[in-house]
């Protein structure tokens, strides 16, 4: 014989005395004596009886409690416990409920060890804080789909593709990141996305660079002994970025060598070592004048505090009416390695602090080719202080 079901009414409830009334198959009705009322749900699991709440009356109406019967007791049937399984749909729904601010920052902070200065000038976070976290960042991680990065990303795709493709990848990063921890997201989000917005039509340049050729010249002009001079002369004897030249620390310099800690280099991925500089004569000399200008130790400071920008030596080089940038002396001091000179490849990449070679290959190479680096830059020393220099070649050692 069946069991009876909905057995009671609305009216029943309302006027309801104290105590447990039944709907049928498990559904009750709990009339407490301070007058509130919930419903719960009696069945049997693994042997053993449960109840489980299903909310307050009249929050939770007659038909709704019905109908959430209904479910928990095809959960029963499948053979699990319906408060477990309840419990666990919660847990998974407060994971996802996770927001992107906050997984993007976790992400970036495991991370911090492999980034230089453990990340401390921020351009890994930057792209994700300027571009994507005002947007998205208090969206649960969980509900981020393709849709919502196109829409993100879709103003600077074509304007700023650059800063538009690293912040796709560090949102690839961070997503890969929330996956790791347990979140339910989609992990090709960011593809499907970038397919969304399409090829972007910005096309990437070159830093502008003056030819090898032209440099001399304009380093022989730098004769007005300031800091920025200074400065821009070493930059191109030593053919190093400015980060490390501009944070020059006197007590970097031994001797002919300037040792770059490592977490100063770019350009450097699976190297843990600082990085030499060998000083040609002509670097030495300049170190020499800029030292009465140091200031805590820094051989080129800035007017007020720190150290000079690097939109300091731009600048200088704009009011010369000049397009080319500072960055750009390595590509002149490259070309002319290749161009005039024999050097071997790994030896003209070393001097540029590139790292060479694989991982094991790097393992079983210790030198760091620092002789051959040496005369090779007293010879880029004489091409630029020369009045009429000619081509000078580089001797296999």
Same mark, same amino acid.
């Given at each position: ?28 009705? !709990? #009339?407490?004596?301070?007058?509130? @009322? ?5 069945? %049997? $699991?693994? =042997? +053993? ?12 109406? !007659? #038909?709704?409690?019905?109908?959430? @019967? ?5 959960? %029963? $049937?499948? =053979? +699990? ?30 991370? +911090? ?285």
């Amino acid at each position: 014989m069946a069991r009876l079901k909905n057995k009671l009414t609305n009216a029943t409830l309302k006027a309801a005395a104290p105590g447990k009334l039944s709907d049928g198959e498990g559904l009750w009705f !709990l #009339k407490r004596e301070d007058g509130g @009322a919930q419903w719960f749900l009696r069945y %049997v $699991a693994y =042997g +053993k009886r449960h109840e489980m709440g299903l909310g307050r009356y009249p929050d939770v109406s !007659l #038909k709704a409690a019905r109908d959430e @019967a209904e479910k928990w007791r095809a959960v %029963v $049937a499948a =053979g +699990k416990d319906a408060i477990k399984e309840r419990d666990r749909a919660r847990r998974k729904a407060q994971r996802n409920q996770n927001i992107l601010s906050d997984i993007a920052r976790d992400a970036f902070e495991s991370r +911090k060890a492999e980034l230089k200065g453990d990340g401390t000038a921020g351009r890994w976070f930057s792209p994700l804080e300027l571009h994507v976290l005002p947007k998205l960042g208090k969206y649960p991680v969980s509900e981020i789909d393709q849709r919502d990065i196109r829409d993100t990303l879709a103003p600077i795709w074509h304007e700023k593709a650059d800063t538009a493709r690293k912040a796709l990848n560090r949102l690839s990063i961070v997503l890969r990141h929330a996956a790791a921890l347990g979140l339910d997201v989609d992990l090709q989000a960011t593809e499907k996305a970038k397919a969304l917005l399409g090829k972007q039509r910005h096309v990437a340049t070159n830093i502008p660079a003056l030819s090898w050729q032209e440099v001399p010249a304009f380093y022989q002009s730098l004769n007005g002994g300031a800091i920025t001079e200074l400065a821009l002369r070493l930059l191109i004897l030593t053919a190093v970025r400015s980060h490390p030249l501009r944070f020059l620390h006197i007590d970097q310099i031994s001797g002919d060598i300037w040792t770059i800690p490592a977490e100063a280099m770019k350009g450097r991925k699976g190297a843990t070592s600082d990085f030499r500089v060998p000083l040609s004569r002509e670097a030495l000399s300049v170190i020499d004048q800029a030292r009465p200008f140091a200031r805590d130790g820094f051989l080129f400071p800035s007017l007020r505090k720190g150290v000079i920008s690097d939109a300091t030596m731009s600048r200088f080089m704009e009011r010369r009416g000049m397009a080319e940038r500072p960055h750009g002396f390595r590509s002149s001091f490259r070309d002319w390695v290749a161009e005039t000179t024999n050097t071997p490849f790994d030896v003209s990449e070393t001097a540029l602090g590139h790292t060479v070679g694989g991982k094991v290959e790097r393992a079983y190479r210790r030198t760091d080719f620092l002789e051959q680096r040496r005369a090779l830059m007293e010879r880029w020393a004489v091409r630029l202080t020369s009045i009429s220099p000619g081509l000078v070649a580089f001797a296999k050692g």
